[in-house]
Each structure stands twice: as structure tokens, then as C-alpha cells.
């Protein structure tokens, strides 16, 4: 039976490793870049830093890690100062003590004024001095520098935390160090995407030194089914049972190798090779239906967490229905039978909490499983009169393996029939999608067409009435060609009327060419990634390419 090796499983991210590499790299060519990780809870943003820290293999910079996250000042203070002396000792080749006195007494020799430093800032500690020793421990690199010409790379993770502590004017102190500091680079991460924008932009706007923010995101569906495939190696999946798994989870990495591991585990009881969907089904069971399933139980205090006080009571029901598919405040407001203005209130304590997001008025529950859990197991739980759990087990096991059934007949539907499908569902609502504002329609009449250019050559389209005008919506699974798009330009001048809207639906994306001409003409161009924010977005099933 294989066993999922979490201290070595981590997977992909290479893009933002590699910018943080080379944030590294510019450090010490005097180009200093901080970086703020921003994403999700356990989309892994730690895991990255893991990755960053146990690849680093250089004698000229130090990685100091700080973790934020329930932490007091006094363990902020103790762990950066004795990380300081230990990775120096490391890289040095003495031998590295955890205690923090010892490794006073080994590094003094060699860097004394980095020690003296270190003594004074814990000596502000034991004296109560907390903003002295604030002020003096964010001057350690500095000090440190001077005397190694090692460069200090620090770390801190969930650092909106360090609101928590009781210094006073933390983030602006914090500020007017990094303002001056060019020899040290600041990484910081948040699991709190509002806050910790508004911290970067309100208090850590920098005139030298600002943040770059990179925002980490679920796994797309590829990178989704090929850490499932690296799990499972050896156990056979189907690509449409695969491809569901990784729709299912939402690509959270931490969702996928749970799951991953409950399949191998059961492949190994019942001594199967191939994993089919009744296994898959039990799996999701285990997982997410009993209460005592990881998944449950990680969603329930999620919940717990939330719901906790006079404020978080009627979360509940908001969450609930969110999941069932109200979007609008005003649609919760009446739903639930609340004032707008109370509705709004609670849609914010959970937007402030990062488990939902906005999208023009629209708002979502970002955690797809957390979502699928909600709907079809807490709600149950709070509705259920009879507690014989049997019922409501059969009827969990019937709609899990529905989704999959229906996952897998959406997914054979061709891409003409899943836009059609799609552009049903869309109001006159103003999203964004991929850092751009689109005003969507309300079609009344959608129909396929195809369109003929020139000699045997057919593009499939879809030919849809709004309320202000026709658009003309083209879809092609290959790449997009300047001439594709030239021959369809020309088609396109030559109807009467002219489509008030053109919108090239390409899911291999566009050459650079014909990226400038759909520019030059207004076309809009939804890539895979735009197709599937708006799949999510009106709760339909990824495109699987
Ligand atoms: N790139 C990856 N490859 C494989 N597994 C991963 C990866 N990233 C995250 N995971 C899994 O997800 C779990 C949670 O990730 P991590 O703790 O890094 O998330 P996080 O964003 O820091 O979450 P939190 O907000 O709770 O701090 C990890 O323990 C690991 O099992
Ligand atoms: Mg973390």
C-alpha cells in the first residue's frame, strides 16, 4: 500500500518559487523586492516557504522563519533571536544549540556585536520595554549584516498577527524600518486577503520597499489530477473519475491529498487495483459525511470558529444559504427573512473572514468542498428531526454519486453546448474576471451557429439576443491564429446587423498576433481560466480540456 509522504510531497508552485528565488537573488545584487503571499486557508502558502527554506543552499543569505499564528511577543522575540544565532552557527559549521544562551556563548567570538545586540533586545524583554525591544530586534539584520555581510531573508508567516502583539504602532514601526533596511528582505503571507491589503496599502505603503503581492491560489485542474496521479501511483483511475476529484476538492492541495490517501487505504481493504466510483463514493464518506471524518471535522470547527458568540449565531444561516445559491444580499435578505442592512452586516463578518469573496454584487463561498459540505451534510445535520443516521447516509451516498455521474456526463458535452448552458444562467451582473470588469447580459434567444470562412473552413459560434444587442460568441479548442481571427474579423463586417458584442472563447488561448488584433478590434478573448472562473461563478463544473 502506498503511503502519502507529507514531508515530501510537495508539489508544483515552481512559479512562485521562482519569483522568490529571484527576489533572493536580488537581495544581493542590491535590488530589494518584499513579497506578500496571499491565499486562502491550507492553500499553502507555508508549504511553499517550506519548500523556499529546504531548497536554500547558499552562504551568503539567512532564512529566519517566523510563524505568527497564535504566537505572544515574547516567543516572536526568543524564536528570532535564537533563529538568528542558529543558522548563522549552521552556516558557519559550529555546532548548533536551540538554547538561546548557549548560542550566545558559541557565536560571541565571531559576531560579537550581533550577540551584544541579541543580549540587549532579550534584556528589553525581561525589562517590560516592549517598544524599545521591538525597535531594537527589527535592527538585528542590520546590525548582523554589517558584521557577516550575510543578508537576512525574514519570514513572517500570517504576519497580520503581529497586530496581536502589545506594541504599539507595530505595523508603522515595522514600516520605518524596512523604509531603510536594504540589506534584508521581508516575505510575509496571510490566510486574510482583506486585512492584509489593507495593512500593506494603508500602513506598509512604502517609499522604498513595497510589497509585491503574489496571490496563491488553488490548483487548476491539470496540476489538480496530476498530483492525484502522482498519490496514486500504481492504482489505476479513470480521467473522468480523476478529472472529478480534482473539481471536487476545488484544487485545494491539502483536500486532494486526504482524499488521496483514504482511496489508497481503501483500494488496499477491499484489494483493488482500479479505483471505481463506488470507492470513490466510500472515500467521501468516510471523509466528509462522518462526523468523525478529518474533513468533517475540519469543516465543523471552521464553522465552530465562526459561529462562535452573539455575532456568529446566525452565520450559520447565511452560510447555508449561500451554499444553496443565493448570491445577492438582497436575495439572502429575503431568503432569510432579514432586514438588507442586517444581511449585509453578516455577509461582511464573513467576507472580513476570508470564506467568501465579491464578485460585482455577487457573493461566493470561495472553498468549493467547504461549500459541497455545508449544503449537503451540516444543513442535513440541523434540519434532521429523526436521528437514525442510516437515511441520511443512503441519501448523501445517492447525490455524491450523482455529482459524479453528472460531472462525468458534463464533462463529455462539447465546449458548444457547456457555453450554451452557461450563457443561460448570466443576468445583467458586472464581474470581474482575471483582473477585468465585464458587463454580462440576460439572453433570451441562444442559438449555435457556424460560421463559414472561406473554402471548407467552419468555426463553431453561438449567436445569443440580449437585452441591448446581439453578441456573437466563437469557440475554438485550439489556439486562436492571426489569420483565424483575420478570416473571422472579415465574416464578422460582412453581417447585418453587426453583433453589438464579439467575444472569441479560446481554450488554448490566442498567439501574441492575433492577441494585439482581438486588442485593436475590442474583442473579448475568455481563456480557460476566465471560462472557468465563470463556471464557478454560476456553479457549474470546470471545463476539463
Ligand atoms: N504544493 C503542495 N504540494 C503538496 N501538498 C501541499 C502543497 N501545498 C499545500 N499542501 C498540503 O496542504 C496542507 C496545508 O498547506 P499549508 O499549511 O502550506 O497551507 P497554508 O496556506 O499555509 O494554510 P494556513 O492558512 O492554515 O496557514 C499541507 O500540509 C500539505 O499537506
Ligand atoms: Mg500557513
Given amino acids: 500500500m502506498n503511503i502519502i509522504d507529507y514531508d515530501h510531497n510537495f508539489f508544483g508552485r515552481q512559479d512562485i518559487l521562482g519569483v522568490l528565488r529571484k527576489r533572493i537573488t536580488g537581495l544581493k545584487e542590491g535590488y530589494r523586492q518584499n513579497v506578500a503571499l496571499l491565499g486562502s486557508r491550507t492553500t499553502g502558502k507555508t508549504a511553499i516557504i517550506q519548500k523556499l527554506i529546504s531548497d536554500h543552499d547558499d552562504r551568503d543569505t539567512i532564512i529566519l522563519y517566523l510563524d505568527l499564528e497564535s504566537r505572544d511577543f515574547s516567543y516572536f522575540v526568543l524564536q528570532f533571536t535564537k533563529s538568528l544565532l542558529y543558522h548563522f552557527s549552521k552556516v558557519q559549521g559550529l555546532i548548533a544549540q536551540e538554547d538561546l544562551k548557549l548560542l550566545c556563548l558559541s557565536c560571541r567570538e565571531m559576531v560579537p556585536q550581533t550577540v551584544a545586540a541579541v543580549e540587549a533586545v532579550n534584556a528589553r524583554l525581561a525589562?517590560?520595554?516592549?517598544?524599545?525591544?521591538?525597535?531594537?530586534?527589527?535592527?538585528?539584520?542590520d546590525i548582523f549584516y554589517v558584521e557577516t555581510k550575510k543578508a537576512v531573508i525574514l519570514v513572517f508567516d500570517e504576519f497580520q498577527n503581529l497586530q496581536n502583539f502589545d506594541v504599539p504602532e507595530v505595523f508603522t514601526e515595522l514600516g520605518r524600518r524596512i523604509m531603510t533596511q536594504k540589506s534584508c528582505l521581508y516575505i510575509v503571507t496571510s490566510s486574510y486577503q482583506a486585512q492584509a491589503r489593507a495593512i500593506l496599502a494603508e500602513k506598509l505603503s512604502?517609499?522604498?520597499?513595497?510589497?509585491?503581492i503574489i496571490?496563491?491560489?488553488?490548483?487548476?485542474?491539470?496540476?489538480?489530477?496530476?498530483?492525484?496521479?502522482?498519490?496514486?501511483?500504481?492504482?489505476?483511475?479513470?480521467?473522468?473519475?480523476?478529472?472529478?476529484?480534482?473539481?471536487?476538492?476545488?484544487?485545494?492541495?491539502?483536500?486532494?491529498?486526504?482524499?488521496c490517501q483514504e482511496l489508497i487505504y481503501l483500494c488496499g481493504v477491499y484489494r483493488q487495483e482500479e479505483i471505481y466510483a463506488p470507492i470513490l463514493t466510500?472515500?467521501?464518506?468516510?471523509?466528509?459525511f462522518n462526523p468523525w471524518g478529518v474533513l468533517s471535522r475540519h469543516f465543523e470547527l471552521e464553522v465552530h470558529g465562526l459561529c462562535r458568540g452573539r455575532s456568529g449565531g446566525p452565520l450559520s444561516s447565511v452560510l447555508i444559504a449561500l451554499a444553496e445559491g443565493k448570491h445577492r444580499v438582497a436575495d439572502l435578505a429575503a431568503h432569510l427573512s432579514l432586514k438588507t442592512s442586517q444581511a449585509a452586516q453578516r455577509v461582511n463578518i464573513l467576507l472580513t473572514a476570508d470564506i467568501i469573496e465579491k464578485n460585482g454584487?455577487?457573493?461566493?463561498?470561495?472553498?468549493?468542498?467547504?461549500?459541497?459540505?455545508?449544503?449537503?451534510?451540516?444543513?442535513?445535520?440541523?434540519r434532521a428531526i429523526d436521528l437514525e443516521n442510516g437515511k441520511s447516509r443512503k441519501l448523501f451516498k445517492e447525490?455524491?454519486?450523482?455529482?459524479?455521474?453528472?460531472?462525468?456526463?458534463?464533462?463529455?458535452?462539447?465546449?458548444?453546448?457547456?457555453?450554451?448552458?452557461?450563457?443561460?444562467?448570466?443576468?445583467s451582473e458586472a464581474?470581474?474576471?482575471a483582473g477585468r470588469r465585464y458587463k454580462l447580459s440576460m439572453f433570451k434567444d441562444i442559438t449555435p451557429v457556424k460560421l463559414r470562412l472561406g473554402?471548407?473552413?467552419?468555426?463553431?459560434?453561438?449567436?445569443?439576443?440580449?437585452?441591448?444587442?446581439?453578441?456573437?460568441?466563437?469557440?475554438?479548442?485550439?489556439?486562436v491564429h492571426e489569420n483565424d481571427l483575420n478570416a473571422f474579423l472579415e465574416e464578422m463586417k460582412k453581417m447585418t446587423p453587426k453583433p453589438q458584442r464579439c467575444v472569441i472563447v479560446s481554450l488554448s488561448g490566442l498567439d501574441d498576433n492575433a492577441k494585439i488584433r482581438a486588442l485593436q478590434e475590442k474583442l473579448w478573448v475568455w481563456n480557460e481560466e476566465e471560462i472557468n472562473t465563470l463556471m464557478r461563478l454560476y456553479d457549474e463544473p470546470y471545463i476539463v480540456r
Wanted: hydrophobic share 45%; aromatic share 12%.
Fill in 127 to 141: 525589562e517590560g520595554k516592549t517598544a524599545e525591544c521591538y525597535g531594537a530586534l527589527l535592527a538585528l539584520p
Fill in 206 to 212: 512604502l517609499l522604498f520597499g513595497n510589497f509585491e
Fill in 215 to 259: 496571490p496563491v491560489l488553488p490548483f487548476d485542474l491539470a496540476a489538480s489530477a496530476q498530483l492525484a496521479d502522482r498519490h496514486l501511483s500504481g492504482i489505476k483511475i479513470g480521467l473522468q473519475l480523476k478529472n472529478f476529484l480534482a473539481d471536487f476538492t476545488g484544487g485545494h492541495p491539502l483536500y486532494i491529498n486526504i482524499l
Fill in 282 to 288: 466510500q472515500a467521501v464518506e468516510n471523509l466528509l
Fill in 361 to 382: 454584487n455577487y457573493y461566493h463561498i470561495k472553498d468549493k468542498l467547504f461549500k459541497y459540505w455545508i449544503k449537503f451534510v451540516y444543513e442535513r445535520r440541523l
Fill in 399 to 427: 447525490e455524491i454519486n450523482k455529482a459524479a455521474n453528472d460531472f462525468q456526463m458534463t464533462a463529455r458535452k462539447d465546449l458548444s453546448a457547456r457555453m450554451t448552458e452557461l450563457l443561460h444562467k448570466f443576468d
Fill in 431 to 433: 464581474l470581474e474576471i
Fill in 455 to 479: 473554402a471548407g473552413n467552419f468555426f463553431d459560434a453561438i449567436s445569443a439576443a440580449g437585452e441591448d444587442g446581439r453578441w456573437l460568441i466563437v469557440l475554438k479548442k485550439d489556439p
